[in-house]
């Protein structure tokens, strides 16, 4: 899969992970949108490493889900160290 269409991948994955999560995130759209890219990558590797799914296909169910479930990972992950700095407590 070419960089871009990977790209364009985590934006979508981003935005169906943060309809998908209840409750209010921190970070607007961008930090979300930056966020499933990352989580699309992180997704991939797993499930690369975890169930031998191949990423090269972009219409593929597989590549979707693992990119949705990597992104809803990094979201939460995410909105646990920020709602730990808001509330003014370290950790």
């Given at each position: 899969?070419?960089?871009?269409?990977?790209?364009?991948?985590?934006?979508?994955?981003?935005?169906?992970?943060?309809?998908?999560?209840?409750?209010?995130?921190?970070?607007?759209?961008?930090?979300?949108?930056?966020?499933?890219?990352?989580?699309?990558?992180?997704?991939?590797?797993l499930?690369?490493?975890?169930?031998g799914?191949?990423?090269?296909?972009?219409?593929?169910?597989?590549?979707w889900?693992?990119?949705?479930?990597?992104?809803?990972?990094?979201?939460?992950?995410?909105?646990?160290?920020?709602?730990?700095?808001?509330?003014?407590?370290?950790?």
């Amino acid at each position: 899969m070419s960089f871009l269409a990977f790209l364009l991948l985590g934006l979508i994955a981003g935005a169906i992970a943060k309809a998908i999560l209840p409750g209010k995130q921190g970070g607007g759209w961008v930090i979300t949108l930056i966020l499933g890219v990352v989580g699309a990558l992180l997704g991939g590797w797993l499930g690369g490493l975890l169930f031998g799914i191949d990423m090269a296909e972009f219409w593929s169910i597989s590549t979707w889900l693992t990119a949705i479930v990597g992104s809803i990972i990094v979201l939460l992950i995410y909105g646990l160290f920020t709602r730990n700095s808001r509330s003014g407590r370290t950790v």
